[in-house]
């Protein structure tokens, strides 16, 4: 399992009111469906952060989560971490 604490307790809010899990996400690689209705726990619990949190819990990196990725595999600082 990878050790994103940001997909499964943060939420980064952006100016188009989408939440994402944090700033480093791949936007162009991110499912925004039903992320722009009002409730926040929607916008939490939508199927672009489901998505990123299912890898995640089998050990895959998400599209969405290249930086963290290749920051993760040269042995830099992510975060991740």
Known sequence: ?????????????????EV????????SK???SHNGSSSLENKINSQGLIDIREKLLVGEWHPACKLCEDAEKGNYPSMMT
């Open 1 to 17: 399992m990878n050790k994103c604490k940001l997909a499964f307790s943060g939420a980064n809010l952006v100016t188009t009111q």
């Open 20 to 27: 994402m899990p944090c700033c480093g996400l791949d936007t």
């Open 30 to 32: 991110f499912n925004y």
